[in-house]
């Protein structure tokens, strides 16, 4: 069975810089693309973006200047930076295995909060 | 980016009642269109993909139809434990986009 489950701070400080990572079990990072969305109250579900394990990469264009993402095949992980956090990137974070787009599993979920 | 727009916004139904949701593409997206279930608390769980075909261990009273821009949810005969936000998402380009969600709560 696929599982996904993200992992990083619950609190950021604002300008500072997001790091989140997300591991993988049941399935091989070696296949899809894999996805990292996130959800507030203000904005309802936003993709954020996401890669391939060649490093591809596709990222929403709303973030694009400030998002980075990467992947470890050795641990089965995939990671997500966002950089000059502010108010407006509180949210609750979600990776996601993308199956030509299809979101068809998902972790939990991590609530990351920004504030002084 | 495409924009999704879902109507209604919110409904209340009964157990067994039919529940149509619909979801409107800002431009032709042929039938990349998903639909997701989400709980409080809870990450969204893909239902439809395709527009029509049904997620592996989904319920068969879930149903999607629809094509270009116009798309809908049907739940056949609404059970306790469908009571709960659904929203659109197309795959047709990225950045992939949802919708704005319906919550379906109790009447």
Do not use: H
Request: include cysteine; proline fraction near 4%.
């Amino acid at each position: 069975q696929v599982q996904l489950q993200e992992s990083g701070p619950g609190l950021v400080k604002p300008s500072e810089t997001l790091s989140l990572t997300c591991s993988v079990s049941g399935d091989s990072i070696n296949t899809y693309y894999w996805s990292w969305i996130r959800q507030s109250a203000g904005k309802g579900l936003e993709w954020i973006g996401r890669i391939y394990t060649s490093g591809t990469t596709n990222y929403n264009p709303s973030l694009k200047s400030r998002v980075s993402m990467s992947v470890d095949m050795s641990k089965n992980q995939f990671s997500l930076r966002l950089t000059s956090m502010t108010a407006a990137d509180t949210a609750v974070y979600y990776c996601a295995r993308d199956q030509g787009g299809q979101l068809n599993y998902w972790g939990q979920g991590t609530l990351v909060t920004v504030s002084s | 980016d495409i924009q999704m727009t879902q109507s209604p916004s919110s409904l209340s139904a009964s157990v067994g009642d039919r529940v149509t949701i619909t979801c409107r593409a800002s431009q032709s997206i042929s039938s990349y269109l998903n639909w997701y279930q989400q709980k409080a608390g809870k990450a969204p769980k893909l239902l439809i993909y395709a527009a029509s075909s049904l997620q592996s261990g989904v319920p068969s009273r879930f149903s999607g139809s629809g094509s270009e821009t116009d798309f809908t949810l049907t739940i056949s005969s609404l059970q306790p434990e469908d009571f709960a936000t659904y929203y659109c998402q197309q795959s047709d380009t990225t950045p992939l986009t949802f919708g704005g969600g319906t919550k379906v709560d109790v009447k």
